[in-house]
């Protein structure tokens, strides 16, 4: 019965009254991860999450690719209720965790090793994977960097190679857990604009994890801001920014304000967090 | 002379001066060659034996050989099923720790009962002293995998298996050639000390009958020998490790 979505089938991630407590043990107790999360995601939208540290936001990412299940509540994803990991995503992390003895081709070729229907036929088409791959890295503008291993590319160009890797399967939806949060000012507004570029071409849904304001306005569709202890989403707010966007765009005023409302609610949070703190 | 070539001759050269400085102290004071031999007389001796400790030595690497073959082969299975799974690692490394406290020449007196005087006991104690480090060593490699790389294979509907072969063990290959060259110099440890009393060949027993009848030069060349093999085999392995797993020392030398 509860397998089709019914009042929202036109929303792509679909997240119903989730909760998520990490052991029995703490679902007894009542202390949970995450709390009452509900959330619709259009296809081919870009959202970004945004809170203080230790909010769940990775838990978040875990329970939309079903490496986590919920404890309450039910999440569908595609149409599907998610029971088990979930093929049609890409993630990539904050540590581009490249493996140092594949060169960078042969990293991003992984994912494909793995996941099904092309695990079986890797051997046949390895020829054509490898030009899927050659064509994705040079998207990235990492073309004739294919035969270089992970020591020899700086930080932002290992986490251009991660990215490509996160979306050699051509995934629906890509999960992105700070992925620039390592890399300076400079390289992280180029890999805004890959992502942005990435993402306009393919379509494919992103979620995106971040401590940035700034990165969240600027990419994201929709930004959620979420609250820490229990994690729940406190705020939703539409980017109604128009595409493409231009870096330029983030010395507007428009721009500047939404991020300073954003600030507004992180900051009001962190106020009564504080304050809760002390009256304990 | 730049600072590279000078630290390639630096043991030879201490070699060499330790040698010069051990046969000066011998001649100057007529030290006697029944308490101290002198580098040159333990050369003499040598020469003069050499078929007879070409004899032990071979059959002493041979044994080291056979017993280190069973200790790469039961510590990797070993390191594999430790490193791959929490349970077995919760159960058994407080008991492999133990048992590595143990000291192996213990053992010896044992096998000799089980095994009789020959190659059984000094085969068994060479495997016994250098599975440990080969088995830890893998077990540490496949146990120190990223969560987050993890998390990424295993969306793709990666098993278990998978991450191990494809990440796991290749991660794990520094660290396996790295114990291997620990564990090929515990291996002639063990031979040597099992063959001392539970053998009638090899360097073991050639020590202990020279020293038994006061031919100190042998003794010497005896321990000479063992070092000597014990050094090539160390430098063998570590050839090897330089050459297979190059991606594990890039990063940190630079190109």
Known sequence: MSDTPAATDTAFVDFRKVWLAYNDDLHAKGIFAVEDINLQVQQGEFIAIVGPSGCGKSTFMKLTTGLKRPSKGQIFVDGKQVDGPLKISGMAFQAPSLLPWRTT?????????????????????????????????????????????????????????????ALIHEPKMLLLDEPFGALDAFTREELWCTLRDLQAAQKFNVILVTHDLRESVFLADTVYVMSKGPGRFVVKRHIDLPRPRDLEITYTPEFTDIVHELRGHIGAMRKTGASAAINQ | MNRKQQEAWAPWVLMAATIILWQIICSAFNVSEFIFPSPM?????????SSTIAGHAWRTFWVTMVGFAIAIV??????????????????????????????KAAFVPILVVWFGIGVGPAVLTAFLISFFPIMVNIATGLATLEPELEDVLRVLGAKRWDVLTKVGLPRSMPYFYGSLKV???????????????ASDQGIGYLLISAGS?????????GLLVVGVMAMLMYELFSYVEKHTTAWAHWGSQGE
């Open chain 2, 213 to 221: 009848s006061m031919q100190m030069g042998l003794a010497f060349s």
């Open chain 2, 41 to 49: 007389r333990i050369l003499e001796q040598t020469i003069e034996h």
């Open chain 1, 105 to 165: 081709l042969d990293n991003v070729l992984l994912p494909l090793e793995i996941v099904e229907p092309h695990r079986s036929q890797f051997k046949a088409k390895r020829k054509e994977y490898e030009a899927r791959a050659s064509a994705l890295l040079a998207s990235v503008g990492l073309g004739g960097m294919e035969q270089k291993f992970p020591w020899q590319l700086s930080g932002g160009m290992q986490q251009r190679a991660s990215i490509c890797r």
């Open chain 2, 183 to 197: 564990a090929i110099t515990l291996a002639f440890v063990g031979t040597t000390v099992s063959e001392m009393t």
């Open chain 2, 74 to 103: 039961v510590g990797v299975l070993l390191g594999f099923l430790i490193g791959s799974s929490r349970l077995a690692y919760a159960a058994m490394y407080p008991l492999m720790t133990a048992f590595n406290a143990l000291p």
